[in-house]
């Protein structure tokens, strides 16, 4: 089963769009991190949101940890914003290693 | 660069031959993960470690790998015997309790 589940799979947008990521967890849950990978690229990390609302340039996360789900919400997107993101959660019982998401394919086009 | 270090970049092995990983956290950082990442199985856990002690082990993982770490600031991760499904990229992060988790640029390792 898989305990992170993200959605949509894949997502094309027009520059200048909004897009909103999905990742929803199937056991409780202390933190979610949100990452960024280009292909062949580093993991890089965009937002570590324990709960509620964060905020970093144009990225929002907004993470719910009682109904189990954290969004991603992207404005004004660019070109650069293509590539893949991850969402993944902390388990609250013991160990602190993340659980990854399958994450979200981002394609952003002129 | 402060950030996490991994060595080499690429590495090729043929079947059967034992490959070491090294792995050099962010300063100060007391948690360290190795995790395997392909595309059909997305980033798997490997090993976690919280100041030096081994905290979790990927469970598939047991039997050929082993990740160890030999001060706080070093970790190695060894594949013995390499297998052609082993071909994957090694990806080792670190943390401060707590705190964001930072990934390195990671092995790609290629089993022939």
């Known amino acids: 089963e898989q305990q992170v589940q993200q959605s949509p799979a894949s997502l094309v947008l027009q520059e200048a769009e909004n897009a909103e990521l999905q990742c929803s967890f199937s056991i409780f849950t202390n933190q979610v991190q949100w990452f960024y990978q280009r292909p062949g690229g580093r993991l890089v990390s965009l937002l570590y949101n324990p709960s509620g609302t964060k905020q970093s340039g144009r990225l929002t996360s907004t993470t719910v940890i009682k109904e189990r789900r954290s969004s991603l919400h992207i404005s004004s997107s660019q070109i650069t914003d293509s590539g893949t993101y991850l969402c993944a959660m902390e388990q609250d019982q013991g160990g602190r290693a993340l659980i990854f998401g399958t994450g979200t394919t981002v394609s952003v086009s002129p | 660069d402060a950030g996490v270090t991994q060595t080499p970049r690429h590495e090729v092995a043929e079947k059967g031959q034992t490959i070491i990983l090294k792995c050099e956290p962010v300063?100060?950082?007391?948690?360290l993960f190795w995790y395997r990442q392909t595309k059909i199985q997305g980033l798997e856990l490997l090993s976690y470690?919280?100041?030096?002690?081994?905290?979790?082990d990927g469970g598939a993982f047991k039997d050929r790998f082993k990740a160890e770490m030999l001060n706080s600031s070093f970790s190695t991760l060894k594949i013995q015997p390499t297998e052609p499904k082993d071909s994957a990229v090694y990806l080792c992060?670190?943390?401060?309790?707590?705190?964001?988790?930072?990934f390195g640029k990671g092995t790609r390792l290629t089993v022939v």
């Open positions: 300063s100060g950082h007391n948690d």
């Open positions: 992060a670190s943390s401060f309790w707590t705190g964001e988790v930072f």
């Open positions: 470690f919280r100041s030096k002690s081994l905290m979790e």
